[in-house]
């Protein structure tokens, strides 16, 4: 596992992160509704070449979880900003899943940050988005936040195999459900899921071009969340570069194929 031994207080929000390694800054950024344990099998091979920064984004892993918390994508690129400021990082690699890919967006396009380079596969970025659950969720958070517990865990592990094309290891499944089970936990995962609200991308995606910086799309072939059509998408909008498509792999390409990802960044590196 990571270990996060550090706490950064950003908008009255407890947001734990780690580094590690050696070289130039990268930073990495998880999805919904993992943590930053999704890259405990990538960094390890990244830090002879970089130094890595990770964190738990608001509201998820290690990071402080609380009733009427802001978890939402409005929230995540401010917490991004403010730690760039905290790390004092000017221009730093990015790699970005999911969430993690909208919340680099945001900052990007809303808050001014910029990158030495961005890597970004299977990203919330393109209207429409949103699973049945969602939509369920965001109409019923106190049911769903108030389910016996074995309910509860029997839905989280169904949802987090989905995100997977290849069976989730019990490691994997353990590893991803801790942080949302228990009197904390539970709410907590509903609570992020209420506040999916396509409007955050919505606000954004018409300022998405070329990039300043040289970018990365990555997506898995077998995406059953976002579907590879949103890769090629973003791609052209992004990019000069067309989106590498991942066999074998789902909306999970950390479980599925992370060897994929390591060699993409390590191709990106070797470039300069």
Known sequence: MLDLPNTAMIEGNAVRWGVSGNGPPLVVLHG?????????????????????????????GQSEMRPGQDVSLAMQNRVLAALFAQWGLDRPDVLAHDFGGATALRAYYLN??????????????????????????????????????YMHRAVLRAYLQTAAHGPLSEEALELYSAPWLGPVGQPAFYRQIAQMDQRFTDEVEPTYNRMDCPVTVLWGE???????????????????????????????????????????????????
């Open 222 to 272: 077998n995406d059953d969340w976002i579907p590879l059509e949103k890769g090629q998408a973003l791609a052209a909008r992004i990019s000069d570069h067309p989106c590498i498509p991942i066999a074998n792999a789902g909306h999970l390409v950390q479980e599925d194929r992370p060897e994929a990802i390591v060699a993409a960044l390590l191709a990106r590196f070797a470039q300069g």
């Open 32 to 60: 919904t509704p993992f943590s930053s344990q999704v890259w405990r099998r990538i960094v390890p091979l990244l830090t002879d070449w970089r130094t890595v920064y990770y964190f738990d984004l608001v509201g998820y």
């Open 112 to 149: 001014g940050l910029r990158y030495a380079s961005l890597t970004i596969f299977d990203a919330v970025a393109l209207a429409p988005w949103g699973s049945p659950l969602v939509q369920h969720v965001r109409e019923h958070e106190a049911a769903f936040s108030g389910m016996p517990d």
